[in-house]
């Protein structure tokens, strides 16, 4: 049976996490595929919110097996802390929670490595989570990481020492002020190392093998958006991972002639968190409206999330480089109220007017072209059927249809699972 593949088409923050709840219930095993705890993804349910950051959003369907797959990068600590969670919920993970030999770990030392890094950037700072996921997957290139699969062998501590005293001597050559006791830092790791030790290491691809061969069906879980992707993306603005289609092959060892649907999410507006350009940003009320309305605040670092009008150049190209089959609308609630909408269809790059996204978007060489159209002043929250969308809602839906060339299956109208409206498929 195909994978099918679920992921951001935007600079991360789309409703993943949401969606593939929803989405759940159709699928025996959820795979997350890259990122780590930069990740922030929300579920809510039953009055009751819940964020994950490196456990795969299927966790809380009691029939669904949960894959943390070998493209994944993992905290001990903080993946303990999700698992402290779940059971504060008594949710039983112990069944239902795998974690692939070959993800690499993320240790203290890399977290201050990408505190460090960030700290001499000064101003071209990446605004990075400080998660760690730069320096580990550098350590995964460059062929020095420790993967889960070594915590089995009987020498996996000193490696450790041996890495995590690489690690300080490269902290020292920034040559920034960090603060850190190193002590306390490890009295934590191998806590939570013990914790993970504790759950069920696989090798991940063989199972997936084995899983599509026994006629299971997989959705595979993207972390943060394709504008993040380190090939993709709006580099260095980026993330350290693949975060598009071809991370998912490689993040759970599954071949691209295997691979089924590709769901792109994306928020009828943008936003952005972190440095980097962003052409559609908005500084004036209506951004603001959006980030009050839409609560853009990041759900791992808690900052302010940048808002601004649908970007078409920018997600048309994402489409493109993920294949997507099915695009699924989030927050159309957040929009309600505006009297005007914004959509950028092309760039006026360099004096010329295009309509692909070129590789630099800085402002001083991309302005965005907008089409307008009219807003609503229905409140969508409590819709639950395509029949009630209003009709400026429509168009707005049928413009980006006809412009992107892909049916949008799913209109989210609030967080909550059942805010979810099913449109017919129109291929
Ligand atoms: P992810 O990283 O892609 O999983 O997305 P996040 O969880 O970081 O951010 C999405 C935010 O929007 C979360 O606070 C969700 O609860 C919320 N959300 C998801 N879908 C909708 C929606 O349709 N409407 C509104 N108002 N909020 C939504
Ligand atoms: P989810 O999965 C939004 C951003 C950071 C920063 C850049 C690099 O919740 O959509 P990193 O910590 O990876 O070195 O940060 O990428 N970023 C995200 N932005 N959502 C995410 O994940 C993100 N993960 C990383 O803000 O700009
Ligand atoms: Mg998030």
């Given at each position: 049976m195909a994978v099918d593949l679920l992921l951001g088409l935007q600079w991360g923050d789309e409703g993943k996490g949401k969606i593939v709840d929803v989405l759940t219930s159709n699928y025996n095993i959820i795979a997350r595929f890259q990122g780590g705890p930069n990740a922030g993804h929300t579920l809510v349910f039953n009055g009751k919110k819940h964020v994950l950051h490196t456990i795969p959003s299927g966790i809380f369907h009691d029939d669904a097996t949960n894959l943390v797959g070998n493209g994944v990068v993992i905290d001990p600590v903080i993946f303990k802390g999700e698992l402290d969670k779940l059971e504060e919920q008594n949710i039983d993970y112990r069944k239902s929670l795998l974690i692939s030999r070959k993800a690499h770990i993320i240790l203290p030392t890399h977290r201050l490595l990408d505190a460090a890094s960030e700290a001499s950037k000064?101003?071209?700072?990446?605004?990075?989570?400080?998660?760690?996921i730069g320096p580990t997957y550098m350590d995964k290139t460059g062929r020095n990481g420790i993967r889960i699969g070594d915590l089995e062998l009987s020498d996996w501590k000193e490696r450790y020492r041996n890495l995590a005293d690489k690690h300080e001597s490269m902290i020292a050559y920034y040559n920034v002020d960090i603060e850190y006791n190193l002590k306390e830092l490890e009295e934590e790791f191998f806590k939570a190392i013990d914790v993970l030790k504790s759950l069920t290491f696989i090798d991940s691809e063989e199972y997936i093998y084995q899983a599509q061969k026994a006629e299971k069906s997989i959705l595979a879980e993207g972390a943060q958006g394709s504008l993040l992707d380190i090939d993709f993306g709006t580099y260095p603005f980026v993330t350290s991972s693949n975060t598009t289609a071809a991370g998912a092959c490689t993040g759970l060892g599954v071949a691209p002639n295997q691979i089924g649907e590709v769901f792109g999410i994306f928020k009828a507006y943008t936003t952005r968190v972190g440095s980097g350009p962003f052409p559609t940003e908005l500084f004036d009320e209506d951004g603001k409206t959006m980030g009050r309305v839409g609560n853009e605040f990041g759900a791992t670092t808690g900052r302010p999330r940048r808002c601004g009008w649908l970007d078409l150049v920018a997600l048309k190209y994402a489409c493109r480089v993920n294949g997507v089959t099915q695009l699924m609308m989030m927050?159309?609630?957040?929009?309600?109220?505006?009297?005007t909408l914004k959509v950028c269809t092309q760039y006026k790059y360099k004096g010329k007017t295009i309509s692909h996204l070129p590789y630099n978007i800085e402002p001083e060489n991309v302005e965005p072209i907008y089409t307008e159209f009219s807003g609503w002043n229905e409140d969508l929250t409590e819709m639950s059927d395509a029949?009630?969308?209003p009709k400026a809602l429509n168009e707005y839906i049928d413009f980006l249809e006809k412009e992107l060339e892909i049916p949008i299956t799913i209109v989210s109208v609030?967080?909550?699972?059942?805010q979810t409206i099913f449109r017919q498929q129109f291929v």
């Open positions: 000064g101003k071209a700072k990446i605004g990075s989570t400080l998660k760690g927050k159309g609630d957040v929009l309600s109220g505006f009297k029949s009630e969308l609030g967080p909550d699972r059942k």
